[in-house]
């Protein structure tokens, strides 16, 4: 066990969810052991287990460097773990790369989104969905009207836009057909109207399409979580079901300050 100064300023605490889940969805999802990342001797990540299973709905809520961008880079690909093991569906997919696992069903959008600046908007969802071209579920013009951006089909990707570059990043994640979407603080700079939209786009995805999200917004994590994992310090503070997680006086006190919002906690 790695004894880095982040660590160990708290407890270690199992997850409530057991690995059964996914046993009972006849061995699908993704699923995470021991996993642990270091940045040379620090470690800011240390999960005994993690797993989300189809239909999930999944927030990770935490504290700024909690550890919530780096789970989901390694569930992404986006990094590997230091140690541990990941897999999707009974196949380890440990050191598979982020590439690998968006065709395997595994997609992602980005805190910071980096979708392709030099190309269209229209041909950044081609590239999005380029190995399902053959048998797509959508076109992309019909992702692009879902996400609100059908009227920008032409327009430079580069050029979009705050908003419109986070929607154009779903787009791009969606057309990869994922059966998991992760999700790196979706709402983060959108407006009202915005994080209305968004929230309409994926509480309108297939139920079976498993979701996990990072996010501060607390009325985003409640629209979409049926599930809440609660990071300090990269360990599990706690775990639950998202209305128990939320009544929680200790998740409360140290991460929701004011009721209803975390925004207050990270300004
Ligand atoms: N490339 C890196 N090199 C060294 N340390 C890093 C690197 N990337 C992240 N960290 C550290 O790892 C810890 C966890 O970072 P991470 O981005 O996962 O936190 P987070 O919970 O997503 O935070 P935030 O809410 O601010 O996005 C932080 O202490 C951060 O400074």
């Not at 980096?114 to 190995?131: A, Q």
């Not at 019909?142 to 996400?147: K, P």
């Not at 327009?155 to 419109?164: D, I, K, M, P, R």
Request: with cysteine; net charge neutral.
């Amino acid at each position: 066990m790695n004894t880095g100064q982040h660590i160990d300023a708290i407890d270690y605490v199992p997850s409530r969810r057991a690995h059964a889940d996914i046993d009972r969805a006849d061995g699908t999802g993704l699923a995470a052991t021991g996993l642990r990342h270091a940045y040379r001797e620090l470690t800011v990540l240390d999960l005994d287990a993690f797993t989300i299973a189809p239909a999930d709905r999944h927030a990770i809520i935490g504290p700024n460097g909690a550890g919530k961008s780096t789970l989901l880079n390694l569930l992404a690909g986006t990094i590997r773990p230091t140690t541990g093991r990941i897999t999707y569906n009974g196949q380890v997919i440990t050191r598979r790369r982020a590439g690998w696992r968006a065709r395997a069903g595994i997609s992602r959008t980005f805190q910071h989104p980096t979708v392709y600046p030099g190309l269209t908007v229209l041909d950044c969802v081609r590239m999005g969905g380029y190995h399902h071209r053959r048998n797509p579920e959508h076109t992309p013009q019909e992702w692009l009207d879902l996400v609100g951006l059908a009227g920008y089909a032409q327009q430079v990707a580069g050029e979009l836009a705050h908003g419109h570059r986070r929607m154009l990043d779903l787009a791009v994640a969606l057309a990869g057909q994922p059966r998991v979407l992760l999700l790196d603080e979706p709402a983060a700079g959108f407006t009202d109207t915005e994080t209305t939209r968004l929230l309409d786009i994926l509480g309108g995805l297939p139920g079976w399409m498993a979701m996990v999200l990072v996010e501060h917004d607390m009325a985003v994590v409640t629209a979409l979580a049926d599930w809440i994992t609660v990071l300090h310090h990269g360990r599990r503070h706690t775990d639950g079901p998202a209305d128990v997680v939320r009544a929680d006086p200790t998740v409360r006190a140290l991460y929701l300050g004011a009721p209803e919002t975390a925004h207050a906690a990270h300004r």
